[in-house]
């Protein structure tokens, strides 16, 4: 399985990105997907989540109202929309894949995957 996430990059408060992460070598639309991120000197935590259906899953509060998460099944890519950015955002962005196909329990839990992408830097500047 390789996950290449995309579309990291500078930006002012306030200001929009969309981050992209492009899935192959196992069959995407049967699996969970999950955003986390890694900010400098922090541990890694759950940005947001989506079943293998597409609803999604779960939210983070601390980007809850200002971040959606989607999938596009027939291009097998997940994308994370970020708006309103803070400069709290600030971190590398990680896309991650479920171990388990059809299944979607504790979405939020770094455990529940096992294939996770190289990652995208977001910096937003105050």
């Known amino acids: 399985v390789q996950l290449q996430a995309s579309g990291g990059g500078l930006v002012q408060a306030g200001g929009s990105l969309r981050l992209s992460c492009a899935a192959s070598?196992?069959?995407?639309?049967?699996?969970?997907m999950g955003w986390f991120r890694q900010a400098p000197e922090k541990a890694r935590e759950f940005v947001a989540a989506i079943t293998w259906k597409g609803g999604v899953d779960n939210v983070a509060d601390s980007v809850k109202g200002r971040a959606t998460i989607s999938r596009d099944t027939a291009k097998n890519i997940l994308y994370l929309q970020m708006n309103n950015l803070k400069p709290e955002d600030t971190a590398v962005y990680y896309c991650?894949?479920?171990?388990?196909?059809?299944?979607?329990?504790?979405?939020?839990?770094?455990?529940?995957?096992?294939?996770w992408g190289q990652g995208t830097l977001v910096t937003v500047s105050s």
């Open positions: 991650a894949m479920h171990r388990t196909v059809f299944y979607h329990c504790s979405l939020d839990r770094e455990f529940s995957y096992d294939n």
């Open positions: 070598g196992r069959a995407f639309s049967s699996y969970a």
